[in-house]
C-alpha cells in the first residue's frame, strides 16, 4: 500500500532531502510541500495525506498550532514532527495539540522512512531519546501534592500513615514510643508541608509509599495510657 505524504516545512534544502528521499523509495508517494503553517491551513485539508511531516519552528505560525488546527479537520491524518527541539515542554505541546510521533531531523533516512510506515499503522515513532524525554517530562509535572508528600522525613511518612489508618495522637505517640509533644511537632511540620490544616486534608493525600513497610494496625497499638 502507498503511504501519501505531505511536508511542512519552511527549510528548502531540507524539503529537498525529504523530497528526494520519498520519491527514490517504494511505497511512498509525495502529495505536497509547505513553506508555512498559513500556506498549510488554507490548502492542506484538500490534498488528504496520510502523513504529514511538520516542522514545529516555521517562520509563521507554528507547527504546534498548525498542528492544533488541522488535527480536528483532518482525525485520520497522522501528523509527525520533525525538528530540532528536544526539550520536554516542545514534545509535550506537540503531541496534546495532536501529533502522533516526534523524531528529530538527525534521524537517519531509513529510520524516518520507517517511522512514516509506523505512524500510519497507528504507532507513535519516537527515538529511545525522546521516549526518555517524554518520561522524565512527566515525572517532572506530577502534582505538587505528590512532590511534597515525596519530600516527607521518614518519621513523618509514617505519622502520616498513621493518621491515615485512624489513629489518635495518643495512640501513635504510643506505637511510636514519643512523646504527644513529638507528635504534634511532626504534624505540624506535616501540615506545613503538605500546605494542608486539617487531618482530613492531609489523609486526603494519602498514598501508600511504595517500598515503605506497612503500617502496624491499630490492634497493633500500645492502648492508651499503658
Known amino acids: 500500500m502507498t503511504i501519501s505524504v505531505s511536508i511542512i516545512e519552511d527549510n528548502g534544502d531540507l524539503r529537498a532531502i525529504f523530497r528526494d528521499w520519498l520519491s527514490s523509495s517504494e511505497g511512498f508517494r509525495l502529495l505536497s510541500e509547505y513553506s508555512s503553517a498559513e500556506g498549510a491551513l488554507a490548502r492542506l485539508e484538500m490534498d488528504r495525506p496520510d502523513v504529514v511531516l511538520v516542522d514545529i519552528n516555521l517562520s509563521g505560525q507554528s507547527g504546534i498550532e498548525c498542528v492544533r488546527q488541522l488535527k480536528p479537520r483532518m482525525p485520520d491524518t497522522q501528523f509527525l514532527m520533525v ?91 504510643d506505637a511510636l514510643s514519643v512523646s504527644m509533644g513529638t507528635i504534634n511537632t511532626h504534624i505540624r511540620r506535616i501540615y506545613q508541608k503538605l500546605h494542608v490544616r486539617s487531618r482530613g486534608e492531609a489523609v486526603a493525600l494519602f498514598a501508600p509509599f511504595p517500598g515503605d513497610p506497612q503500617a502496624p494496625s491499630r490492634s497493633d497499638a500500645a492502648s492508651p495510657g499503658s
Open 83 to 173: 525538528t530540532v527541539f528536544e526539550d520536554g515542554d516542545h514534545i509535550f505541546d506537540a503531541l496534546t495539540a495532536g501529533a502522533s510521533g516526534y523524531l528529530l531531523k538527525r534521524t537517519p533516512r531509513e529510520e524516518l522512512l520507517a517511522s512514516i510506515r509506523q505512524v500510519k499503522e497507528g504507532g507513535s515513532p519516537m527515538t529511545s531519546y525522546i521516549a526518555r524525554k517524554v518520561v522524565q517530562w512527566f515525572q517532572k509535572q506530577a502534582s505538587p501534592q505528590q512532590r511534597e508528600t515525596e519530600e516527607l522525613s521518614p518519621r513523618e511518612r509514617e505519622i502520616l500513615r498513621l493518621l491515615a489508618r485512624g489513629y489518635a495522637y495518643k495512640e501513635m505517640a
